[in-house]
């Protein structure tokens, strides 16, 4: 049968905020602004304090002749304390060193967010009263024979108000002490209190002194503002700015400003009436031939096949333009009174060029607005 892993114990908490101190500084970074707390926390207990609780638990054992569970055992450390820091805050590497006897190793164990370490220190692979006659010679002068567990941590900002919120966060320190009797006897877990250590002693406000510095962000055609400009003793991040692309940044002569430069994701579009020159190619065809740029063509009959097109250029499709041009034609019949035209159906290639870059995503979605009677405007894919 396996005796269950541990039972809580009813006693007083073992008072571990009288041996936990830390120690923490500032250090300022000029260029850019950085405010770093640096600390370290400090775990320093006397092995026979801490088991002097349960001194009669010990002798009781060590009467009976029996041993506590052993590492090779149970995966449950002996003595667990454990440094909790703030979500921001990193943990450096931990350290431990034992002056007592009844210590065989710690190790460490860091918590699944990266927020806490936990050190596990786990007791001699001895029986009770062989760990009694060392508790008994150290217990004399508990001062030579602690536990030192030493915890350094660190958080940077570049924000005077993330900051200030830093300075006033807080690391906290508690632990277990787990009891076995013996090998097969539940864990009795006994409590320690908690003890609560400013993240920053005296924090140093290395922004208050800082210069201040301005951000743009900029048209790099014109160079105005795509959007406020911000201050503060850092430049701000390059930003996304609709319909823009960042391009380049620089520095002003006294290395005080700092401007990034954006350029359009598309090009400029004249305004309505501003567009280019529309040219046009007018071309007919008599009997299947192909049509050719000409002023006059002569059919041998009434009933030879006229072909005529007509290939218009616009380099701006905004503003209704391409109606504009179809309704030149649609002014008609009286434009083509000269060449008797009956039951005639008129139509117009637009063939659309895009940059390189750029395609259709729907090309069969084309359409062209403003198309009047006797027009037909066919999308061919290109």
Same mark, same amino acid.
């Given at each position: 049968?396996?005796?269950?892993?541990?039972?809580?114990?009813? %006693?007083?908490?073992?008072? +571990? &905020?009288?041996?936990?101190?830390? =120690?923490? *500084? $500032?250090?300022?970074? @000029?260029?850019? /602004?950085?405010?770093?707390?640096?600390?370290?926390?400090?775990?320093?207990?006397?092995?026979?304090?801490?088991?002097?609780?349960?001194?009669?638990?010990?002798?009781? %054992?060590?009467?009976?002749? +029996? &041993?506590?569970?052993?590492?090779? =055992?149970? *995966? $449950?450390?002996?003595? @667990?304390?454990? /440094?909790?820091?703030?979500?921001?805050?990193?943990?450096?590497?931990?350290?431990?060193?034992?002056?007592?006897?009844?210590?065989?190793?710690?190790?460490?164990?860091?918590?699944?967010?990266?927020?806490?370490?936990?050190?596990?220190?786990?007791?001699?692979?001895?029986?009770?009263?062989?760990?009694?006659?060392?508790?008994?010679?150290?217990?004399?002068?508990?001062?030579?024979?602690?536990?030192?567990?030493?915890?350094?941590?660190?958080?940077?900002?570049?924000?005077?108000?993330?900051?200030?919120?830093?300075?006033?966060?807080?690391?906290?320190?508690?632990?277990?002490?787990?009891?076995?009797?013996?090998?097969?006897?539940?864990?009795?877990?006994?409590?320690?209190?908690?003890?609560?250590?400013?993240?920053?002693?005296?924090?140093?406000?290395?922004?208050?002194?800082?210069?201040?510095?301005?951000?743009?962000?900029?048209?790099?055609?014109?160079?105005?503002?795509?959007?406020?400009?911000?201050?503060?003793?850092?430049?701000?991040?390059?930003?996304?700015?609709?319909?823009?692309?960042?391009?380049?940044?620089?520095?002003?002569?006294?290395?005080?400003?700092?401007?990034?430069?954006?350029?359009?994701?598309?090009?400029?579009?004249?305004?309505?009436?501003?567009?280019?020159?529309?040219?046009?190619?007018?071309?007919?065809?008599?009997?299947?031939?192909?049509?050719?740029?000409?002023?006059?063509?002569?059919?041998?009959?009434?009933?030879?096949?006229?072909?005529?097109?007509?290939?218009?250029?616009?380099?701006?499709?905004?503003?209704?333009?391409?109606?504009?041009?179809?309704?030149?034609?649609?002014?008609?019949?009286?434009?083509?009174?000269?060449?008797?035209?009956?039951?005639?159906?008129?139509?117009?290639?637009?063939?659309?060029?895009?940059?390189?870059?750029?395609?259709?995503?729907?090309?069969?979605?084309?359409?062209?607005?403003?198309?009047?009677?006797?027009?037909?405007?066919?999308?061919?894919?290109?």
């Amino acid at each position: 049968m396996f005796a269950p892993r541990s039972a809580q114990a009813d %006693a007083q908490p073992f008072p +571990l &905020s009288q041996y936990v101190s830390s =120690t923490s *500084t $500032t250090v300022c970074n @000029a260029n850019p /602004v950085i405010t770093t707390y640096h600390g370290t926390v400090v775990l320093n207990i006397p092995i026979t304090a801490l088991m002097a609780g349960h001194e009669a638990e010990i002798r009781a %054992a060590a009467a009976q002749g +029996l &041993s506590p569970m052993t590492p090779a =055992t149970t *995966t $449950t450390s002996d003595i @667990a304390l454990t /440094v909790s820091v703030p979500q921001a805050v990193t943990l450096g590497t931990s350290r431990a060193k034992s002056t007592s006897s009844m210590i065989a190793y710690t190790s460490f164990s860091p918590g699944a967010d990266r927020t806490q370490v936990t050190a596990n220190i786990q007791l001699r692979d001895l029986n009770w009263q062989q760990l009694l006659d060392i508790y008994d010679a150290e217990k004399a002068n508990p001062d030579q024979h602690t536990i030192k567990v030493q915890v350094p941590y660190a958080v940077g900002t570049t924000d005077p108000a993330e900051a200030t919120q830093l300075a006033s966060e807080q690391v906290t320190v508690t632990g277990t002490f787990n009891f076995f009797a013996s090998a097969t006897a539940p864990a009795q877990v006994f409590n320690f209190d908690t003890k609560t250590l400013a993240l920053a002693q005296s924090p140093t406000d290395c922004f208050a002194s800082a210069p201040t510095r301005t951000t743009r962000w900029v048209d790099e055609e014109d160079g105005h503002d795509l959007q406020p400009p911000k201050t503060g003793p850092n430049f701000f991040h390059a930003a996304g700015i609709p319909d823009y692309e960042f391009s380049t940044w620089e520095l002003s002569s006294d290395r005080m400003t700092g401007i990034y430069k954006y350029k359009k994701v598309f090009g400029s579009l004249p305004v309505n009436g501003d567009d280019p020159t529309i040219d046009t190619d007018f071309k007919v065809g008599l009997e299947g031939n192909t049509p050719t740029q000409t002023e006059k063509i002569y059919a041998e009959s009434k009933d030879s096949l006229l072909t005529i097109e007509n290939v218009v250029h616009l380099n701006d499709l905004r503003g209704g333009r391409i109606a504009d041009v179809l309704q030149k034609y649609d002014e008609t019949p009286n434009a083509f009174d000269d060449i008797a035209l009956k039951n005639a159906h008129l139509g117009f290639t637009t063939q659309i060029t895009l940059p390189a870059q750029l395609k259709f995503s729907d090309p069969s979605a084309i359409s062209v607005t403003g198309a009047s009677q006797g027009f037909s405007a066919k999308d061919s894919g290109s």
